[in-house]
């Protein structure tokens, strides 16, 4: 018999055959949507809130406080119901009604926000009151580490070791920092790259940070090159993964995958994979498919 925390990880990966243009390389999709939570964020939530239980940081009676665009809330809110913690969840209020129902689903608590930054340091304020327990995604080690143990080590066996190159969308980083220390453990050679928006545009899951918000477990040098997506390309790939690859995920989803086609123009031969980080359901209240 399996909990739901066995059902974190271990993901598929998909070829995306139909919208790869250079027939020598492969391009792979790997699904978080398939996380019972929905979205790679189950994987750093479980090992957020198991680490604070582990090191005895999460007192009795204690909230949990985060600061979420969305699916880190969804994924703290399931887990947290697992382990009988109270959370509350600040968002900014241009996020879907999918992602605030999803989490008071759950039983947590949601305040909106002018905007992320504002919701960030909202949470820092209440945390520093003593009675909520803030996990801090954006500098909390536990996030990086979730994909070290888990999602590198599942990119690299399920490639057959072949993979060169490794994409994705650049939020708290935490995705990245991980899979990028455990493949480059492996093979120095595999890329990694990072997705960020244009100047201006608005890539749910996808920042470019001021510099006094910039993540404290992101380090730059783990990154070999940055490919800047326009909101335009980021849309219109999502849009065709659903039509085109039958693959139904969020706007950093198509983010990814348009650089990971970007970098599949200019290669001879590699195996690229990218992150599809979510599900597209949690979007239809948007114009995003519309």
């Known amino acids: ?14 070829e995306l055959k139909r919208i790869n243009p250079n027939p020598k390389v492969k391009i792979f999709g790997k699904l978080e949507g398939n996380n019972p939570g ?32 969305g699916n880190t809330g969804i994924a703290l809110a399931m887990i947290a119901r697992l382990f009988d913690l109270e959370i509350e969840l600040i968002m900014p209020q241009s996020s879907t009604k999918e992602r605030v129902l999803t989490m008071e689903a ?48 599942e990119i690299y066996k399920d490639t057959d ?10 939020g708290t980083t935490g995705t990245i920092m991980g899979v990028s220390r455990y493949l480059k453990e492996q093979n120095e050679s595999i890329q990694i790259v990072g997705c960020q928006p244009t100047d201006g545009a608005s890539i749910p899951g996808i920042r470019k940070w001021p510099v006094e918000y910039l993540p404290k477990i992101f380090e730059r040098e783990r990154v070999d090159r940055v490919i800047e997506v326009t909101q335009e390309n980021a849309v219109n790939m999502t849009r065709k993964l659903a039509r085109e690859e039958a693959v139904f995920a969020g706007m950093s989803s198509g983010g990814s995958t348009w650089a990971a086609i970007e970098l599949a123009k200019e290669l001879d031969e590699g195996v690229i994979v990218c992150i599809i980080c979510d599900r597209g359901d949690r979007y239809l209240s948007s114009d995003l498919f519309g």
């Open 1 to 14: 018999m399996s909990s739901l925390l066995d059902l974190v990880g271990n993901t598929p990966l998909v």
């Open 38 to 69: 929905g979205s790679v964020k189950d994987r750093a939530a479980y090992s957020m809130i198991q680490g604070a239980l582990e090191r005895g940081e999460i007192k009795s009676g204690m909230k949990l406080i985060e600061a979420t665009s």
């Open 106 to 153: 759950y039983g947590a608590k949601v305040i909106l926000a002018e905007n992320m930054e504002i919701s960030r340091d909202l949470a820092e304020e209440k945390a520093a009151g003593g009675e909520y327990y803030m996990l801090n995604q954006f500098a909390n080690p536990d996030n990086w580490k979730a994909h070290y143990r888990t999602t590198g080590p």
């Open 161 to 170: 070791q072949k993979v060169t190159h490794f994409v994705s969308s650049m």
